[in-house]
């Protein structure tokens, strides 16, 4: 069988031109603000970035890993209920896809994801529709978890106080209508929610998401105290929601930085800023770390395998069974069979021998 490099096999769909340079804009656009905000602040935007620990990146980098992989976890379920049949590993590099698509656009995101993974698996996969659908439930779980997290909001950006109340009954609503339809529809773009019509299915999906976005919110408040704000949990939640919000408009690399001063701008324009520069770069980098483990795997990983199986067949005694080897006893005068069996065997009988596991045969 042929095979394929990573380029061929989890190449993301293209943007068209046009979105292409309304990304670009947008993203210099929000970037120009940002060194505006931070004008006549440069050393302590400077020391912000600087002044972070080694093992605080390195920190926040591994929560992003576990925030990935949790939620490569909850799509795996996903496609699973969906009627699909994927490898664990393969899944896991065609969701790694998805970081390289989300650097140019969140929604590019979920196209990357779905075609590396039809690329990769086309007959263990369920079809494009179902896989679409796929993302719903994982969706609806972020979005219920950021409903029940909008009062966080409500001081920052100044929201009337019936907001939140009503982004829950919106989003328990929705997911309610979701599950209906999981029970009534079997089959095509349907199909997608299976996940969401039993606990057993629906509950680890929770469970998943739950770790992902808790990675998350560890990883925004360890940032923010490593520049010198004085965040609460709360806080690092409203950030990574109007992170998610803004992820969604084609702003680029700068969503971090204009998130965090979004919601905390009042603490501190410069250190909040480069709080925000840091959430974008160990994200980033998490990413990487991903892609670059799938594509490692996708080009030595069969060819690893192999040689792990080759070698363990090669290091494997060839020894006659238990059975053979009491046969053989059986043979021999009884005086030289005790003397064997006591020698070799701890005075073990024949028959004793022959119940045992295969055994090599001591010496040469």
């Excluded at 650097?103 to 698996?121: D, E, F, G, M, Q």
């Excluded at 896989?131 to 979005?143: C, D, G, M, N, S």
């Excluded at 349907?190 to 999906?205: E, F, H, I, Q, R």
Aim: include cysteine.
């Amino acid at each position: 069988m042929k095979t394929l490099t990573l380029g061929r096999l989890c190449r993301p769909p293209s943007l068209p031109r046009g979105r292409t340079l309304l990304t670009v804009l947008l993203s210099v656009t929000v970037a120009g603000a940002l060194v505006v905000a931070v004008a006549g602040k440069r050393d302590e935007f400077v020391a912000g970035i600087t002044g972070a620990a080694a093992w605080i990146i390195v920190a926040a980098v591994v929560l992003q890993l576990v925030a990935l992989l949790a939620r490569s976890e909850a799509w795996l379920g996903c496609v699973s209920a969906a009627g699909g049949s994927v490898g664990r590993r393969r899944l896991y590099r065609a969701s790694s896809m998805g970081f390289v698509g989300s650097l140019l656009s969140n929604h590019l995101a979920v196209a990357a994801r779905i075609a590396a993974l039809r690329r990769s698996a086309p007959a263990d996969s369920p079809r494009v529709p179902a896989l679409i659908a796929a993302e719903v439930p994982i969706l609806t779980v972020e979005a219920a978890l950021a409903a029940l997290a909008s009062f966080t909001l409500v001081g920052p950006l100044g929201l009337p106080w019936w907001v939140p109340a009503a982004c829950v009954i919106v989003v328990l609503s929705l997911s309610a209508g979701l599950r209906s339809l999981a029970l009534r529809k079997m089959r095509g773009l349907w199909s997608g929610l299976a996940v969401m019509k039993t606990v057993a299915d629906g509950g680890p999906l929770i469970g998943l998401v739950l770790v992902a976005v808790f990675a998350q919110i560890a990883r925004n408040w360890l940032l923010l105290h490593a520049v010198g704000v004085d965040a609460s949990i709360f806080d690092a939640a409203a950030v990574l929601i109007a992170m998610v919000t803004l992820a969604q408009l084609p702003i680029g690399p700068s969503v971090g930085a204009a998130s965090a001063v979004l919601i905390l701008g009042p603490q501190g324009v410069a250190a909040v800023a480069a709080a925000g520069v840091l959430l974008t770069a160990t994200g980033t980098a998490g990413g990487f770390l991903f892609a670059a483990w799938a594509g490692a795997d996708s080009a030595f990983g069969g060819r690893a395998r192999s040689a792990l199986r080759r070698l363990r067949a090669g290091v494997r005694p060839a020894s006659p069974s238990g059975d053979a080897l009491a046969r053989v006893l059986s043979t021999l005068p009884l005086h030289r069979r005790r003397a064997v069996e006591i020698a070799y065997f701890g005075g073990l009988s024949h028959i004793q021998i022959a119940r045992a596991a295969p055994l090599p045969l001591a010496g040469g």
